[in-house]
């Protein structure tokens, strides 16, 4: 007799020693130890103002206080998670019951239905979506009805107001929300990634892991005059994405979009995207974009970045090698040790 064992993700072992950005320098370091960045940095650093063994000493401690910082990431999300299971109360306790199809778009639930139909195409999937630009394979579609984006906003300020403890979706955004830690995964983003997008994808990316999505990271971005305005240009830690504006009402904040991170001069040529509230844009995440600065009002986004294990294993994205598996919490960043995925019972006993 086999049952299932539950799947365990991983994180690359990069997230803790590459991309370490330092403000002061303008360089994104990589740091194992001391030898090592004096080796590979030593004279990069003094030619950018880190002269003196006192400069060379607080980068080090910088360097590991952010290294620390990173490798609690996963253990300090998994209390949040915990305690905000036992004593949050939400508002709108409706939004944690399971996916609902009143939740969603006609248009979305057609679309993801005519993908899983026998003989569906990408080219009658291209008639149910708006095509936003074919050459950067970019797509639009009505994700949530507008009820459901008003009842879900509305658990979303209910939680940020409240005094439980938050984690932040990426290191620059300071507001918003991470769907597992609020307990969101289960009922909403989990559905919404193996009935919906899961098909979508495998018609529109086959080739970037679209038919073999099998884990998300899942947060929602806020911007607010006073808080953060814009988002820097960047790729995600994702294969695919899907970004949903929620509301509320704002004006600026537009997506631009430029060619893929691993192609040359990927920012000459940009592509602005507004938002449309209750829509979702699809893209690749190794498509570079950024955010443009808000100018009124308020904007609420859910970002969902979905991950292929089969894609990822062979190359991590952001470190563009074979990945180093380190154990992580919840899904980690979405890396498998490809272990078988049942055990046989029998030999435990
Ligand atoms: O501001 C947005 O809507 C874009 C967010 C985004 O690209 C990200 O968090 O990866
Ligand atoms: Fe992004």
Redesign the pocket.
């Known amino acids: 007799m086999a049952t299932a064992a539950p799947r365990r993700f991983c994180r690359c072992a990069c997230f803790c020693s590459q991309n370490l950005y330092v403000a002061r320098y303008g360089l994104h370091l990589r740091f194992r130890d001391e030898h090592q960045l004096r080796r590979d940095y030593g004279p990069l650093l003094r030619s950018r103002g880190c002269v003196t063994s006192k400069d060379f000493q607080q980068l080090l401690e910088e360097l590991e206080k952010e290294v620390g910082r990173r490798r609690r990431l996963g253990q300090e999300s998994a209390v949040r998670k915990a305690l905000i299971a036992s004593s949050y109360h939400p508002a709108r306790p409706e939004v944690y019951s399971s996916l609902q199809d009143a939740a969603l778009a006609p248009e979305f639930m057609a679309a993801a239905e005519y993908s899983t139909s026998p003989g569906a195409d990408l080219e009658g999937l291209l008639q149910r979506l708006e095509t936003v630009s074919e050459e950067k394979r970019i797509y639009r579609v009505p994700v949530f009805s507008a009820k459901f984006c008003q009842t879900l906003l509305e658990e979303l300020e209910h939680f940020e107001q409240s005094d439980m403890p938050k984690g932040r979706?990426?290191t620059m955004?300071n507001h918003g929300v991470l769907m597992h830690e609020l307990g969101l995964d289960d009922p909403l983003v989990t559905p919404l990634r193996e009935r919906f997008l899961l098909p979508l994808m495998a018609l529109l990316y086959p080739d970037y892991g679209g038919g073999y999505l099998d884990s998300h990271r899942a947060f929602v971005?806020k911007y607010a005059l006073g808080q953060d305005l814009e988002?820097g240009c960047?790729y995600?830690n994702a294969e695919l994405t899907l970004?949903v504006a929620l509301g509320k009402d704002f004006t600026g904040g537009a997506?631009y979009f430029g060619g893929l991170f691993q192609a040359p001069a990927a920012l000459k040529e940009t592509l602005e995207v507004e938002h449309v509230v209750g829509s979702g844009i699809l893209h690749r995440g190794g498509q570079l974009?950024g955010?443009r600065p808000l100018c009124k009002g308020e904007r609420w986004?859910l970002?969902v970045w979905l991950r292929a294990s089969a894609v990822r294993n062979r190359l991590c994205p952001m470190c563009c090698q074979k990945p180093e598996l380190v154990d992580d919490e919840g899904f980690g960043d979405g890396f498998t040790r490809e272990e078988p995925t049942t055990v046989d019972v029998c030999v435990l006993t």
């Open positions: 979706p990426n955004n971005v988002l960047h995600d970004n997506l974009h955010a986004n970002v």
